[in-house]
């Protein structure tokens, strides 16, 4: 019988991922997730998905971002009504993400809706809506790390910690017929080794294929200690400056990263000087997921019996009115807020307040695409534009790297490397240089048969 996947997108860039995997009859989608960045990735999100949803027997997910789950509550509303396999926490983490992508596509749409009646024009309606998001999540079901699960007859589904976010997997796949088996590995996204909160990917020792994640292909991060170092050094001159800091974070895993480093460098870098904000609802939802879900990860940062993480001056705020009063401060603020790249959310008011002051500093911590506001304030322009006005950049500006969640080159050799057999390997979810400087490495050191999956694509497993 047929065992085989089809590559629907994450090819040879970085979101939109989806795979079809035909096992014997049965037809189960792995990932089905949103194209997200530039506008004509964008578009794409609104062609028909390229199956019949009513033709898909299961659906399998590695993890909650959105370029892998963003595009299920559509799957939904045309017809799909099997069930969602993915790890607890990532079930928890879609609760929160998948509304708020529906209620973002329905408020993109209203403005966009506004400018075309001016111009006279037809009505769009969005993606999808809060409505739907919330539809699909009753299709979910929640699986425990290193459990093997039949999902149709013949194939055997197991979620492995990938260390990249809570509740991220790798996904093994295991189809067994006429007593043969055929082992199909996707590494999801994998995190790095030295992350702050989760643990090391875990590894696999044999595949007859793996399918892996190669955004970092070509880079190494910087390494934590460093980090931590520059983080000391800013938090110090923002004090002697007598200015705040701001933090455009990603509401996931990013947050949750910035709250262990502060409870577990407290004194060190002199943070009971300071409020900490919190300012973000979905970061505050996101991190009491964090909180129900400890047995996941190691580290330590929540008071032992609430969802608070453990440093006394941190102030979650939720409200818009909670949220403006931070304006009111001039000094001895830290502020996390959404969104990560500054392209909305509430940072950008906090921005808008202290980026004219030479006491302030921002810190970017999290990958800025080009044409956003984050990437324009790390190559340093002198002025920035929000809600179509001009504001000067005076506050010092930092990037911090090595905070990723996503492994680089040498943490993506030393996973394939644990693969005893050396299978052929797919590589999807990287840009092209990324992923040809990547293929090179494992040809090279792995001695491992390489290919830079293309759309379409499809690789029976013999
Ligand atoms: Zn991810
Ligand atoms: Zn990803």
Known sequence: MTFSITFLGATEQVTGSLYQINAGDHVVLLECGMFQGRSEDEARNYKALPVDPAAVDAVLLSHAHIDHSGRIPLLVRQGFNGNIYTQHATVALCEIMLPDSGFLHERDAEWQNKKRRQRGESHITPLYTKADAEACLTRFRGVDYDHELEIVPGLSVRFLDAGHILGAAVVELIYRDGGRERRLVFSGDLGTRDSPVMRPPATVSEADCVVLESTYGD????????????????IAAAREE??????PSFAVGRTQDLLYLFSKHWDEWGLRHWTIYLDSPMAIQATEVYAKHRDLYDAKFFET?????????????????????????????????????????????????????????????????AGTLGRRLVDGAKTVTMWGDEYAVRAHVHTIGGLSAHGD?????DWYSSFRNRPPVYLVHGEPAAQEALALKLRDHNKAAVSIAKLGQRVDLQ
């Open 219 to 234: 880079r190494l991060h910087r390494n934590l200690v460093e980090t931590l170092a520059e983080f000391r050094q800013v």
């Open 242 to 247: 007598g200015g705040n800091v701001l933090i």
């Open 305 to 369: 019996d609430t969802f608070r993480p453990r440093l006394p001056n941190l102030r979650m705020t939720r409200s818009p009115e909670e949220s403006m009063a931070i304006n009111r401060e001039t000094s001895g603020a830290i502020i996390i807020a959404g969104s990560g790249m500054c392209t909305g959310g509430r940072i950008r008011h906090h921005l808008k307040n202290n980026l004219g002051r030479p006491e302030s500093h921002v810190v970017i911590v999290g990958f800025q695409a």
């Open 409 to 413: 080159q040498k943490d993506l050799l």
